[in-house]
């Protein structure tokens, strides 16, 4: 029987769906997203596991937090996941959800069966110039004026200046990014990128015994598409492309995505 509820643990917020009893899989979304962006696959997912949606902290509907640091970010997310006695999980993470999940994998070995990264940057170097949207929203001198007039369409535009295919952006999505502060957007940004610059993910999953899949967007604007085989020297690693597809492969390309997260969450392949 399928459920759907939500609760506040340790700072955050999660969204359970499916069988509790059934095999749990956790999904940790980007920066300046929510759990909702992953509401296109949810229903595949939860019909064979035990969905857990985190909203990260300053996102959806968790408060800020007084650091943004990754492993910190890590540290939260390992108390909530004992508090619910979940263990081992399979996690995914989009984008620089993929760094919190490394970083959950690094210092909670007993805690993570086997890790799923999507549209996650290897290191710096990998990130393409932005689209001049998010730029012009990020950036000052305008960023913080724009940001407190945000519209739903420019909202809707901003998820979809990373997609290279048409999408329905859900509408709870739009809310929640709403609610995201321009100072955290901002800080969130700065600690995502000092962590991946610290050390790749590449070689920090190397570090690691691990299945790892790693599913890129063959076109995705905000990371080199090609830097997705930088994960090919990561053992126990498959990386899969897919074709015509951007930054949000859950949106641009559900069924392919929850295809291939089911198959790893059932095999580590």
């Not at 993929?98 to 999507?118: C, F, H, M, N, W």
């Not at 170097?125 to 689209?131: G, R």
Request: hydrophobic share 40%; with cysteine.
């Amino acid at each position: 029987m399928a459920i759907h509820d939500g609760k506040h643990v340790h700072g955050m917020h999660l969204v359970h769906d499916g069988p509790r009893e059934a095999p749990p899989l956790v999904l940790i979304h980007g920066s300046g997203a929510s759990g909702s962006s992953w509401g296109p696959i949810v229903p595949a997912l939860a019909s064979r596991y035990h969905v857990i949606r985190i909203d990260l902290p300053g996102h959806g509907q968790s408060p800020p937090a007084p650091s943004y640091d990754v492993p910190e970010q890590a540290v939260r997310l390992a108390e909530a996941l004992d508090e619910l006695g979940l263990r081992p999980v399979t996690v995914a993470g989009h984008s620089s959800g993929g760094y919190v999940a490394t970083a959950l994998a690094e210092q909670r070995p007993d805690l993570v069966g086997s890790l799923a990264l999507i549209s996650s940057g290897p290191s710096p170097d990998a990130l393409l110039p932005q689209p001049v949207l998010l730029r012009v929203l990020i950036d000052p001198p305008l960023g913080p004026l724009l940001w407190r007039v945000r519209s739903d369409a420019m909202l809707r535009r901003g998820v979809t200046a990373v997609c290279n295919r048409p999408v329905d952006v859900p509408n709870d999505l739009v809310a929640d990014v709403r609610g995201i502060g321009y100072r955290t957007f901002r800080t969130v940004l700065r600690q995502n990128g000092a962590y991946i610059a610290e050390r790749s993910v590449p070689a920090r999953l190397t570090a690691l015994d691990v299945p790892v899949l790693v599913i890129f967007g063959a076109a995705d604007p905000r990371w080199d598409p090609s830097s997705a085989h930088h994960y090919d020297t990561v053992p126990n690693a498959r990386v899969e492309q897919l074709p015509d597809v951007g930054h949000f492969p859950m949106l641009e390309a559900p069924q392919a995505t929850s295809e291939l997260l089911l198959r790893f969450a059932a095999t580590g392949r």
